[in-house]
């Protein structure tokens, strides 16, 4: 048995069902409202100025790929300052320029060590291909030590005078210090004298092939001085090496040395 309502003769059980499905739209729709409200309440204000500076709820800035500022990034930054400033002070337009002109500087920089990076990658290349062409040939380098090999048992070198002398003695040493033979060549003409070994010690016996070392001497103001020594090496390949110390020649017996310590070219 169901209990009804004298006053609108319907059930008290369907009242309450009735009731409850009113109110329970009525608090959605307060909800929906409120939130709407706080919703507009926060992104607007009311006044047109206060809202045209009014911060942006979530960051503008893209989050950079790399450690370096771009473009866009330095447009963000520029685009925050100006939202961020003084209404009454606003940023003076010469130095929202100085900020533009000093950013693409430093933009053209970066781009420019690009392009030096790329251009000294082609001139390693360049330079390598140049130089091979010293294969086979024999260079002058800034030491008084040579390879006597057997192919060219020969050692050649140029003595540097920095006047006349009459007399230049010269000796032969091993890579030991070991004086193998000395002889006299004429430097009357002064400057650079050639000078070449014939690979023979004191007794005339051949020596084997190997590193020696050309010593010359003279009397300067009438005293004995060491003089400069120059001896050719044999090219026998070309390494590409770097930007910074350029392409490599392998010479026979003695090592590497840069193109640009090479102080003289001669035919074999």
Known sequence: MSLINPLN??????????????????KQATSATVQ????QQTSTTGNPFLDAIRLPEEKSIPEASSQGLSQDDFFSLLSQQLSMQDPF??????????????????????KLNDEIINLNAVMTSSQALQASGLVGQKVLIPSDTGYLSEEGSV??????TPEAIETIV??????????????????????????????????????????????????IDGQS???????????????????STGSILNLRGIGGIKLGDVLAVSEV
């Open 9 to 26: 003769n319907q059930p008290l059980g369907g009242q309450s069902q009735m009731s409850t499905q009113s109110v329970a739209p009525s």
């Open 36 to 39: 709407a409200a706080a919703t």
């Open 89 to 110: 002070k606003p940023v003076d337009n010469d130095q929202m320029i100085a900020q533009m002109a000093a950013f693409s500087t430093v933009d053209g920089i970066s």
């Open 155 to 160: 050692l050649k070198g140029v003595v540097s």
């Open 170 to 219: 010269v000796r032969i040493e091993d890579d030991k210090g070991q004086l193998i033979t000395t002889f006299n060549i004429d430097g009357s003409q002064g400057g650079n004298v050639d000078v070449s070994w014939d690979g023979l010690d004191n007794n005339g016996e051949p020596m084997p092939s190997g590193i020696y070392s050309i010593k010359a001497s003279g009397r």
């Open 225 to 243: 001085e060491d003089l400069v020594v120059s001896t050719y090496a044999h090219v026998t390949s070309v390494s590409l090496g770097t930007a």
